[in-house]
């Protein structure tokens, strides 16, 4: 088990149906702490590079679109196999398909208005903080909480 940070973005979805301090809230409730908070404005620019890899899609312009109508709240999340378990916590992409007590279970009905964007490897974790984060902007800091919230042996 390895102690990783990972991103999770609020999308704007969340942002409008004023979710965000309820969402955060489940994460700090998990156990996550939090290294990295801020709010923004997404470009085009960054959400070509950040979905690349759906380029070729024919909703591509689409799900830019749709990161682009407010906000966003980056957070970069600290916690033992910390990507698996945010990626558990936020549930399957299609909100209709997640299970209850899942972020996407509880609180969306959409394949793409689908509250959190999670980092989906460690790769991925690194490259994302990096695109969404200066150095500067990411704090490693000693949670008081930290040993109740794990055995010893398990970081």
């Known amino acids: 088990m390895a ?3 990972t991103l999770v973005l609020l999308k704007p979805c969340t942002m409008q ?5 309820e969402i955060i809230s489940l994460f700090e409730k998990k156990g996550f702490k939090i290294c990295g908070m801020k709010m923004m404005m997404l470009t085009d620019e ?5 979905y690349a890899h759906l380029a070729s899609k024919p909703f591509f ?10 906000p966003v709240v980056a957070l970069c999340l600290e916690g033992v196999d910390a990507i698996a378990a ?7 992409t299609n ?8 972020i996407r279970g509880s609180y969306c009905m959409s394949f793409q208005e689908n509250i959190v ?5 460690p790769e991925t974790a690194e490259v994302e903080l990096r695109r969404f984060f200066r150095p500067e ?7 008081a909480i930290f040993p109740y919230l794990y055995a010893n042996d398990e970081f």
């Open 3 to 5: 102690l990783e940070k």
């Open 17 to 21: 149906r004023s979710l965000a301090g």
């Open 46 to 50: 960054l959400l070509s590079e950040h």
């Open 61 to 70: 312009q689409r799900v830019k679109d749709a990161m682009m109508t407010a």
């Open 86 to 92: 945010v990626r558990a916590l936020a549930g399957p």
């Open 95 to 102: 909100g209709r398909n997640a299970a209850p007590g899942t």
């Open 117 to 121: 964007h999670a980092s989906d490897s």
């Open 137 to 143: 902007e990411i704090f490693d800091w000693n949670q």
